[in-house]
């Protein structure tokens, strides 16, 4: 057993003293300028738990250049009051400039997922399996059938960080700072655990929003292909005028804020036409499962 191993919490502290005194030999105010200032970090991180991602040390990273929220599975969903305030504090006040969604290579959550989903009826009895709900729901989406365990693992992780980056730009502070203007960008990231190297699956921002909603948003889709080709703002026009009555769920309440806004001339139905800001998003009802428990919908 190494000596990490057989008192690791003592390693910590001492590996922290001498990296302490190194910062500091290095940049002498690092410290008291970081106890000074405001934090000013352009990077939020939403990631995985796991201890073989940690954000600064796979991005040769300093302290107060990534602001920070880890989960299992690196999951973002609009019920999870714990990631939103992270999300609404880094994008204002804090004001960074990228959200980055990282999943990873041979992740516990993703195949303890394809596991659950295998084995038929899940009771969400605990924390874990109640948290893992609704990735389980999305294998059983994918169609895994004949793929090794690693490849099926590959293709959850990567669904789940487009599902993942999804929601992150449906989620208020998303929706709100791209109304007013905020560029704030919403990137999916893949690290391989294999080779240390991130690699960037997708990247969402407020020019393609404006520019390329027809093809992000599927259910914003004009009947007519043609409708693709004109001009952004007269696209969002018709297909607000198409689509706006239709509007029943979250994600498309919270799009039609965007629409609304970024088509000043457009009459929209008062009702998409919100005065106080975006519309709140709905949580799903996961409240004393398994009272209405959406799991048992879809199994
Ligand atoms: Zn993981």
Known sequence: ???LQSNAAEHLIKANERWARD?????????????????????LW???????????????????DIFTHTNIANQFHSFDD?????????????????????????????QAAIQAAEEGPVEPHDPLTRWLVPLIQL???????????????????EANILKQVENICLSEPIVTAWATGNNVSVHGWVYDLATGRIRELVVRSLPYV???????FPYLVAEDPSDAEVPPNKAFTNIAAE???????PPKKAFSYIVAEESRDVD????DSPKNGPPKMESPDIEGLPKEDPLKKAL
């Open 1 to 3: 057993m190494s000596q």
């Open 23 to 43: 910062v500091i030999k290095h940049d002498p105010n690092f410290f008291k300028d970081s106890a000074t200032y405001p934090q000013r970090p352009k990077v």
């Open 46 to 64: 939403i990631g995985c738990s796991d201890s073989r991602v940690p954000a600064s040390v796979v991005t040769a990273s300093m302290p107060g």
């Open 82 to 110: 714990n990631a939103n305030s992270v999300l609404s504090f880094a994008v204002d006040p804090v004001g960074v400039k990228h959200v980055v969604l990282v999943g990873h290579s041979v992740c516990g959550g993703a």
């Open 139 to 157: 294998v059983r989406t994918l169609d895994l059938h004949g793929l090794p365990e690693n490849e099926a693992v590959d293709k959850v992780v």
């Open 210 to 216: 404006e520019k390329r909603t027809i093809k992000w």
């Open 243 to 249: 689509k706006s009555r239709d509007v029943v769920d």
């Open 268 to 271: 929209l139905p008062k009702k």
